[in-house]
Every structure is written in structure tokens, then in C-alpha cells.
């Protein structure tokens, strides 16, 4: 669990097919994987405790996996034979080509976010995935070049990337409404990944 490969562990041993590879899998179709293999497993429910994002509060909550939703890719935006995206940045006019990340890529993010815990740094999700599945920059591919561009784009660049990509990406809408038993707010949160995920009584 610390190396942050126990769960790609259990989808490899469940894949039939050993041509396949739980790296070369876009992070989507893992996630299809991790919650059909649960509800086979221990069945839809999902027991687990969250944080309130409103109030700070712990409680335990109940997620039905089995009514979690496909997120379909949006047809209007073309995807090239490479399996690239291209997206017109609306502050700085850059026409960023962009590719969806895989089991490999979410590997590197989370190597990387564990290396900058150790070393007390600053979190950098958003950049780091940026730099991983962005191709190119007004075609130049210079990885070099696109890393200090990401470390400087906009706010306004960046939320629209993020939100281009969340609309290309197939995926499982994993999240589910949630009423605080503390505060009464209603929102809505992510289903966590932690270990009982899989361990429920370990």
C-alpha cells in the first residue's frame, strides 16, 4: 500500500488476458475494474469514513457502488489516430495536445507526491498530471519547454484544461451526495480509494 501498488497487484492477478498490462490501462478503466472487482468481491456497499468538506467533520458513510454512473468522452471534441486531443488555452491562445493518463502515469504522480511529502514540499497534483499528458505546445515537444510553461500558465488556462480533459476521459462518476450529520450541509464527495477499499476488515 505504501508503494502505492497493491491495488494495480489485484488487477493484475484478476485480468484473464496477461497480453494486458494494468499500466497500459487508461486510470478509467481502472477505476471500472477496481469497482466491479469489489462488488464481486464484498458487494456494492462501501463502508468508509470521510471529512466534511464544510465543516472538518468525520463520519462514516455508506457509497453504493453499484449506482456509480459511466462518464462518456464528449463526441465534439476529436481524438486523433495517436489517441491525442488537441485544446485551444483561452488566456495565452496556446493549442495544447494533450493525451489521456495511464496506470503507468498514476504511478509516477503518486511516486512523486510521496517524494515531496518526505521532503515537506508543497503538493503539486494539477502540474504534475499536466506535465505527464501533455504531448505538445503549438506542436513543439520539448518536455523541458512544457514543464516551465505548466509551472507558469494562467489559473484561467489551467481550470480549462482541467475541465477539457474531465469531459475526454472515460471514467465512473465517483462521487455520491453527502448530508453532515454535524453541520446538515449537503455536497458532493469522492468515493475514497483507501486500503479497506479491498481490506474491509483487515
Known amino acids: 500500500m505504501k508503494k502505492g501498488i497493491a491495488v494495480d497487484r489485484v488487477l493484475q492477478n484478476i485480468i484473464v488476458d496477461k497480453n494486458i498490462k494494468v499500466d497500459s490501462l487508461f486510470v478509467g478503466d481502472k477505476n471500472s475494474l477496481m469497482v466491479a472487482t469489489r462488488i464481486s468481491g464484498f458487494g456494492s456497499e462501501y463502508k468508509t469514513k470521510i471529512v466534511c468538506p464544510q465543516c472538518g467533520n468525520s463520519a462514516e458513510m455508506t457509497f453504493n457502488l453499484g449506482e456509480l454512473d459511466p462518464r462518456v468522452p464528449d463526441e465534439k471534441i476529436e481524438i486523433s489516430e495517436d489517441g491525442t486531443f488537441k485544446v485551444l488555452l483561452p488566456k495565452t491562445g496556446v493549442e495544447a495536445e494533450c493525451r489521456l493518463l495511464t496506470g503507468a502515469d498514476e504511478r509516477v504522480i503518486f511516486q512523486k507526491s510521496e517524494k515531496r511529502k518526505k521532503l515537506k514540499l508543497p503538493e ?9 499528458f501533455i504531448v505538445s505546445l503549438n ?53 475514497p480509494f483507501s486500503a479497506e477499499f479491498f481490506w474491509p476488515d483487515r
Open 124 to 132: 503539486e497534483a494539477l502540474t504534475g498530471q499536466y506535465k505527464l
Open 139 to 191: 506542436g513543439v515537444t520539448d518536455r523541458g519547454l512544457v514543464e516551465k510553461f505548466v509551472d507558469n500558465m494562467p489559473a484561467l488556462d489551467s481550470s480549462y484544461l482541467r475541465k477539457v480533459y474531465s469531459r475526454v476521459a472515460p471514467s465512473l462518476e465517483m462521487k455520491q451526495d453527502f448530508i453532515c450529520s454535524a453541520c446538515d450541509g449537503e455536497t458532493m464527495v469522492d468515493i
